[in-house]
């Protein structure tokens, strides 16, 4: 009786496992996202392309697992790391 009790538990467990490698990853889109927005208004400085360029790097770090990921796949993982 328990162990299909453990078992049930384990596999619940499993699918509600977020990915915080991929949530990393969308933090730092966002960061990057949030940063660069306001350049359709200004002109950044030396300053502002050294963060921009610092903010893609971190952004491509986080993110270089899941570039070729299917976006049904992606979406969930989005949706898991928003909970």
């Known amino acids: 009786m328990k162990q299909p009790m453990i078992v049930a538990i384990l596999i619940l467990a499993s699918c509600s496992h977020k990915d915080e ?25 030396k300053e502002d392309e050294i963060k921009i360029f610092d903010l893609k790097a971190k952004k491509t770090e986080a993110c270089k697992d899941y570039q070729m990921m299917a976006g049904d796949k992606m979406r969930q993982k989005k949706a898991e790391c928003e909970k």
Do not use: H, V
């Open 21 to 45: 490698q991929f949530c990393t990853c969308l933090s730092a889109g966002k960061e990057l996202n949030e940063y660069t927005q306001q350049f359709f208004e200004k002109e950044p400085t």
